[in-house]
């Protein structure tokens, strides 16, 4: 079993979606664990978006991402970070697959309801910086 990580991001926790990605979660086949809601500082959003510093969409990027509380979650599945990535569809809302996370909940390009880790590296790195590991279970 592997592991990935993902983040309801705060315009899903604001519209009152994360019960509903939770579910969606759960069905698609994930373990969790770990889970909490968190607001996001500015300076941890820059720091865990820190690889897209360049972009210029950044700035916006993090100034989002702190905007208010987001669960972050710790997930565990067969090729997690794959099937994970399959679940919440393309970044855009408008090109996502039907029944699609993103597709169901996200409201733009911008504001697209969740994070995924885009490797097992990633997925390591991403679970470390917000949870220890006695704040895990199972796996």
Do not use: C
């Not at 607001?39 to 950044?58: C, D, M, N, P, T």
């Not at 969740?114 to 097992?120: E, I, T, Y």
């Amino acid at each position: 079993m592997a592991r990935t990580f993902a983040m309801i991001k705060p315009d899903a926790v604001q519209s009152g979606h994360a019960g509903k990605i939770i579910a969606h979660i759960q069905q698609a086949g994930f373990t969790i664990l770990g889970m909490k809601l968190t607001q996001i500082s500015l300076a941890q959003a820059q720091k865990f978006y820190e690889v897209h510093k360049e972009r210029g969409f950044y700035g916006e990027l993090v100034e989002f991402m702190s905007s208010g509380p987001s669960v972050v979650l710790a997930l565990q599945a067969d090729n997690a970070v794959g099937l994970w990535r399959e679940t919440i569809g393309a970044t855009d809302p408008a090109e996502a697959a039907e029944g699609t996370i993103r597709k169901l909940y996200a409201e733009n390009k911008g504001r697209n309801a969740v994070h995924g880790s885009d490797s097992d590296e990633n997925a390591d790195i991403e679970i470390a910086f917000f949870f220890a590991g006695t704040e895990l279970v199972g796996g």
